[in-house]
């Protein structure tokens, strides 16, 4: 479905990078970040471009190699990773942040990623996510169809309950991302620091 969806000429999420990534971006440590999901490279490009050192793991080989072609056009350089999320293993205490944004994982396997998330972090990293709560159906507005692939507040202060939490808000906003994302949209985002 990836490759498909990433296969035409335009970038299906748009070549800016999240808004709330953007806004947050200075509460991420300078250092290794690993961006979970990255599709075309939007986010991971924006933050190769803020000094950081950026390593972009997704499931497309097609999404990748967009993300490498968006690099060269900013002039900054990736670290890129053709994996399946589900499988990857992320290391133990070495990434001064992880980004996870708008990363549809059914609740089983985004519920290990997490576990991971919180292993792989250094002491004081910064895990910053923006993702669709089950709201978002009623919207329609992107992050597709499944209920299972929505995330709730409720389940991420038990799946990262290890952390500290400095940003948590489940809101209403308008997410305006090239084709897959445009209107308004229930999301949950959060902030949350490794101890």
Request: proline share 4%; aromatic share 8%; net charge negative.
């Amino acid at each position: 479905m990836w490759d498909q969806r990433y296969s035409s000429e335009d970038y299906a999420y748009g070549k800016d990078a999240n808004d709330f990534l953007v806004a947050h971006c200075a509460a991420l440590p300078k250092g290794r970040v690993l961006s979970l999901a990255e599709g075309e490279g939007r986010n991971a490009v924006f933050l190769a471009a803020q000094g950081y050192a950026v390593s972009a793991v997704d499931a497309s080989a097609v999404g990748l190699a967009k993300a490498r072609k968006l690099a060269e056009e900013r002039g900054v350089s990736l670290e890129l990773i053709h994996a399946d999320l589900s499988q990857f293993e992320l290391g133990e205490n070495c990434w001064d942040a992880i980004i996870s944004i708008f990363c549809p994982l059914p609740s089983a396997a985004r519920s290990l990623l997490h576990a991971k998330v919180v292993r792989a972090l250094k002491p004081g990293g910064v895990f910053l996510l923006e993702a669709y709560r089950p709201e978002q159906l009623h919207y329609g507005t992107g992050g597709g169809p499944s209920v299972d692939t929505k995330t709730t507040p409720e389940s991420l202060h038990l799946e990262l309950g290890a952390l500290h939490f400095e940003h948590f808000a489940a809101l209403e906003r308008d997410v305006i991302e090239g084709h897959y994302h445009t209107g308004r949209g229930a999301v949950v985002q959060l902030i949350a620091r490794k101890p």
